[in-house]
């Protein structure tokens, strides 16, 4: 079972000066320990149901590249990146971008963008969910378009491309992996069996996630998709040090349902708990999966 940290707060310590040095040395743990993936949320205010908006919150991939220069091995990605904020083409340039300068460790992750008091307060259009999701795939159909030898133009609905230009292209092979989030049954999961290379769950319950994976199972046979293909992980929302135990108890039964990947996100100072997870969580998973 692999582990990934997924670095949502930068709250502590409390100097905004700090925030650099500790997301360095927290990333660097990780890598070193042997964490498998290390992701950033795509937010630009704080999420007003954990805490208060006004808390600190640096953008998305600005914040990977700084994680790239200070580490060797881990994948990099956005859990996920909001389809409103970045024009598709852009987009995969910025992820391709990553790409090159981490040899090769980008991760696309992408989802259908929630959080309107951040598009309002900064002018980013607010449009209904069921664009959101017109826009998600084309999104999709555009960056493995840019990721291909199509350098042609894209008509859509949403997006006109008059060219896909894309030099240099990716260092990973055939793309960096895009990893579509959610749990949507109509919607989300039926677009990572067209276009996805992993899932990425909410871990309410082995039960919940058993029915997701059902669903996607589902809409894999009606797209002609092979189920196995599709890397199954999982955003764990217990605390995980609170109970080591009872997280890897946790984790066993995602791994029995296919899941391959758990992230977990620190609740305490972000150097202190990662050393934890080094020290108490990783050896522990060693042989689950």
Known sequence: MKLGLHYWTYSTPADPAAIA????????????????????????????????????????????????ANTQRMTLGVLVTGVMYRYPGLLAKIVTTLDVLSGGRARLGIGASWYEREQRGLGVPVVPMAERFERLEE????????????????????YQLAETLNSPQPLSRPHPPIMIGGSGEKKTLLLVARYGDACNLFGTSS??????????????????????????????????????????????????????????????????FTQRIADEVLPKLANIG
């Open 139 to 158: 999104t999709l159909r555009i960056c493995r378009q840019m990721w291909s030898d199509d350098n042609g133009p894209f008509d859509g609905r949403h």
């Open 21 to 68: 040095p500790t997301l360095a040395d927290a990333a660097t743990i990780a890598d070193q320990a042997g964490v498998a993936s290390f992701t950033v949320m795509d937010h630009y205010f704080q999420m007003e149901a954990q805490v208060p908006a006004e808390e600190p919150m640096l953008e998305a991939y600005t914040t990977l590249g700084f994680v790239a």
């Open 207 to 272: 039960a919940d996630v058993a029915h997701k994976l059902d669903v996607l199972r589902g809409h894999c046979a009606a797209e002609g998709r092979d189920y196995d293909s599709i890397e199954k992980t999982v955003v764990v929302t217990r605390p995980v040090l609170a109970d080591v135990d009872a997280f890897v108890a946790e984790v066993a039964e995602y791994a029995a349902l296919g899941v391959t990947e758990v992230q977990v996100t620190p609740d305490g100072h972000p150097v202190e």
